[in-house]
């Protein structure tokens, strides 16, 4: 498995607390997506498209999530008007995801991964956005992995350093699986379940390890604005 520099980011789960993580032993990075040549149901930013009508999520917990986040502007759904609550999401997915909710500054500099060409044209501008602003770095070899799906662990430490939030580095956790979360992710996972920001997937687990999804994302992206406003 490759090691990031950093630990990389949180994600959500199956519910309106967390979210993914397949990677549980190094702090990879966020993303959404797999279709690198389109930017799947990621939007184009800005709330002033025509109105969106999801054909899919009604009666899934994240409906209101997901809708609030199309008003929003940052994430729209596909072209055949399905937002695939349940799909997973990468690191490319993710991170234009929070950097459009955000509306993080563009400095226009180059990105100086060795698999930058593999990374989205549309998402590459949020990337350099994410790296600048500390929420997301590469892993040992050089690469970014814009395609690696994220854990749970992953995506919430990534909201966590978004946030701004302090981190306590001795912060414990009361999971029932609290051995499961990366060692790295401990911190920031505490953080932000004291906050409010994420929550356990029921029976006192917390599933750092859990491939997250895009309702996931959304709703953990959408739980931060909440925060911060």
Known sequence: MKKEKTDPGPGPGTGPGTGPGTSPETNPG???GTNPGTNPGTGTGGGNESEVVLKDIAGHW???????AVKAGFVKGYEDSQFRPN???????FITMLARALNLSDSGKALSFKD????PAWAQS?????VESGIISGYADGTFGPEK?????EMVAMIVRASGIKVNPNAKLSFADSKSVPAWAVPYVATA????????VGQNRFAPQQIAT??????LIIGLLNKTK
């Open 87 to 93: 799909k997973s999401v990468n690191r490319a997915e």
């Open 149 to 153: 799906e994220l854990s749970r662990a």
């Open 193 to 200: 379940v004291e906050a409010g920001l994420v929550s356990g």
């Open 214 to 219: 895009r309702a996931e994302a959304v709703a």
């Open 62 to 68: 994240a409906a209101s999530a997901i809708n609030e």
């Open 30 to 32: 966020p993303g959404p």
């Open 116 to 119: 930058s060409d593999k990374i």
């Open 126 to 130: 949020f990337v350099t956005q994410a």
